[in-house]
């Protein structure tokens, strides 16, 4: 990890039901300011359970310390939520909101102008669907509905949960570009099972297995061989 340090995690521990059937569990992670960064694990492995965490969704967690800019903080403090923006696997919110909508209520809770999204709206072929209801769009363009609003926002941390699943081809190159060249506005950190996302993108890869992150790889490293053969062995255990 190069860079300034922008988030810590220590010890993390995070369950649904019962404190001792943790889903994650010593889990530690640190993100540098202006890079990218891909989490893969198995299904079950608790990626989504991570997001989720840090979106304050989940009540059940403790951990034993975290860094936002090197100050303590929790998943719901204000200022927090104001840096980051998740784009969830699956969202079926506002349902009843069209795009811009939706984009004038978000900007307004961030505390930004509305952004000039027409750059992202041709990139992700989505123009036409800007006055449609969230109800009534495809699975595929509500998540570009979601990833429009993300990168239009320009948070310090971007959160994105399979962001890839739905995505047309040409969407799917689009965002690869965008989650390239995000490293200028701040960080992203997103899970995939698409190990060609986290090759032709990522500064680094953590490998989430058994509640934790067990490997990282960096630049030349994150190679699909590598990732392939250490979620084979997963597989295989």
Known sequence: MGGKRLLSINNLSVWYTAKNHPVLSGFSLELASHEVVGLIGLNGAGK??????????????????????????????????LNRYIVFAEDRSFQYFTFWEYLTYVSASYKIPLPDVSTLTKGFHFADYTHVLFKEMSTGNLKKAYLITAFALRPKLLLLDEPINGLDFQSTEFLYRL??????????????????????????????AHGKISRTFSNAEI??????????NETNR
Not at 53 to 70: E, I
Not at 223 to 232: F, K, P
């Open 48 to 81: 989504t359970t991570f997001i989720k965490t840090v979106a304050g969704l989940l009540p059940g967690y403790r951990m034993d310390g975290a860094t936002w800019n090197n100050h303590p903080f929790s998943f719901r403090d204000k200022t927090f939520k």
């Open 179 to 208: 989650i390239g060249g995000y490293k200028q506005y701040g960080t992203i950190l997103f899970s995939s099972h698409i190990l060609e996302s986290i090759c032709l993108t990522c500064d680094r890869a953590l490998v989430l």
């Open 223 to 232: 190679a699909t061989g590598n990732l392939r053969e250490v979620l084979t």
